[in-house]
């Protein structure tokens, strides 16, 4: 089976502070993929990162950067220098061996100016 | 611009009606998908589509339904067996099931 789990619920940080989003994983499978998605207030979901399990590189993409790590079967989130324009619900997500994707919960940023 | 529209916006439901949310998409994609949210809770899948004329059952199918007649649209219907119906519907598309998925405004229903 597989599982998602962002241990934090909410989280609430001060504008410029650095924040990491958790991720957890759990899965059988040895090809599979992790994602990263946004919800801001509006609702729509925007899609940030997609990693294969064969890639354990380091993403950075302008304030964003995610770490992911095999051994641990983490796949983490950083926002360096958060914004307000940075508070929503994040979404970490798995799928593989052409099975349907599996959401974690999510985690609530609130970034307070 | 291509995308994903959903509509409407914000359904109202009476007791005992059935109700179609509409998800229209011009990606060219081959998967679509709906998922439930209620409020401070995650996404929960009710069905789901990887070619036209074939969906499968997510983990929350029962009192939906869907029909996938054509590539682009994919709509999904609240019967009344579905007795709390009350949520965020979002709609989704991908290339393929292991592939990124791009999502709709989604569709806030109520019951009158």
């Known amino acids: 089976a597989q599982k998602v789990t962002q241990a934090q619920t909410e989280i609430s940080v001060v504008e410029k502070e650095d924040v990491t989003l958790d991720c957890v994983y759990e899965t059988r499978d040895t090809t599979y993929y992790l994602f990263w998605y946004k919800q801001p207030p509006s609702g729509e979901l925007v899609f940030l990162i997609r990693r294969n399990s064969f890639d354990e590189q380091n993403e950075i993409s302008g304030r964003y950067s995610w770490n992911f790590q095999k051994s641990t079967s983490s796949f983490n989130f950083t926002i360096t220098a958060s914004q307000v324009v940075d508070s929503a619900v994040y979404f970490c997500?798995?799928?593989?061996?052409?099975?349907?994707?599996?959401f974690g919960p999510g985690t609530s940023l609130s970034v307070i100016p | 611009d291509g995308g994903i529209t959903q509509s409407p916006k914000y359904l109202f439901r009476k007791e005992g009606q059935n109700v179609t949310l509409s998800c229209e998409q011009n990606l060219n994609h081959d998967a679509m998908y709906w998922y439930r949210q209620d409020p401070g809770q995650g996404l929960r899948l009710i069905y789901y589509s990887q070619i036209v004329n074939d969906f499968q059952k997510g983990d929350i199918a029962e009192g939906y339904s869907v029909s996938r007649e054509k590539k682009e649209s994919f709509p999904l219907t609240v019967t009344s067996a579905q007795k709390n119906p009350t949520a965020f519907y979002l709609c989704?598309?991908?290339?393929?099931?292991?592939?990124?998925?791009?999502f709709g405004d989604g569709t806030r229903l109520s019951i009158l």
């Open positions: 989704a598309s991908s290339a393929g099931l292991l592939m990124a998925q791009h």
């Open positions: 997500a798995l799928t593989g061996s052409y099975d349907k994707v599996i």
